[in-house]
T-cell receptor, first 113, second 113 residues
Framework: DAGVIQSPRHEVTEMGQEVTLRCKPI?????LFWYRQTMMRGLELLIY????????DSGMPEDRFSAKMPNASFSTLKIQPSEPRDSAVYFC???????????FGSGTRLTVV | KQEVTQIPAALSVPEGENLVLNCSFT??????LQWFRQDPGKGLTSLLL?????REQTSGRLNASLDKSSGRSTLYIAASQPGDSATYLC????????????FGDGTTLTVKP
């Protein structure tokens, strides 16, 4: 298995632009999580899905952030419009409900200038 | 609300020492506990997963223990090596299984040659 696949690995964009981050979970995993990591705030859960349905989006910072999971093999996290304070590493993780734990992707390093 | 604490925040040891990293949690109703390693600029790599019914798990030089009643887990690293230098995070998953895990802030380990 190729693991959790995130794209792009790096993204540099100008303030005000739309940014879309992508994630392909491990096949057969029912849960998908989006995290953000910064030096100041550590690892923060933004949103998670079970069986493609958003369960908890209380971590989404504001309306500029949105996430979708149209099918079991793909999810997107969109920021529109982006701001410099959104600069962070964004991780996607997936998990099977059998309780095997989380598997993380390599992350997308986002820089908003 | 589950709270996960990792103390110390940073630890420096000479090569060859055995060491213990600590993880404390406030709610003992957990499904599993997972230890991760994160190298600078990289994603999280799963090291060990302990189910709530288990007391410990071992992988090579690593041994993780779980004591639910006291709300503690330890990660024991034997014969530490410079390559073990990284940040170690623990994550506690609630007993709903499908629920989101709570992460500690991590312990940054430096092993000096």
């Amino acid at each position: 298995d190729a693991g959790v696949i995130q794209s792009p690995r790096h993204e540099v964009t100008e303030m005000g632009q739309e940014v879309t981050l992508r994630c392909k979970p491990i096949s057969g995993h029912n849960s998908l999580f989006w995290y953000r990591q910064t030096m100041m705030r550590g690892l923060e859960l933004l949103i998670y899905f079970n069986n493609n349905v958003p369960i908890d989006d209380s971590g989404m910072p504001e309306d500029r952030f949105s996430a979708k999971m149209p099918n079991a093999s793909f999810s997107t996290l969109k920021i529109q419009p982006s701001e410099p304070r959104d600069s962070a590493v964004y991780f996607c993780a997936s998990s099977a409900q059998s309780g095997l734990g989380y598997t993380f992707g390599s992350g997308t390093r986002l820089t908003v200038v | 609300k589950q709270e996960v604490t990792q103390i110390p925040a940073a630890l420096s040891v000479p090569e060859g020492e055995n060491l213990v990293l600590n993880c404390s949690f406030t709610d003992s109703a957990i499904y599993n506990l997972q230890w991760f390693r994160q190298d600078p600029g990289k994603g999280l790599t799963s090291l060990l997963l302990i189910q709530s019914s288990q007391r410990e798990q071992t992988s090579g030089r690593l041994n993780a223990s779980l004591d639910k009643s006291s709300g503690r887990s330890t990660l024991y690293i034997a014969a530490s090596q410079p390559g073990d230098s990284a940040t170690y995070l623990c994550a506690v998953r609630p007993n709903t299984n499908a629920g989101k895990s709570t992460f500690g802030d991590g312990t940054t380990l430096t092993v000096k040659p």
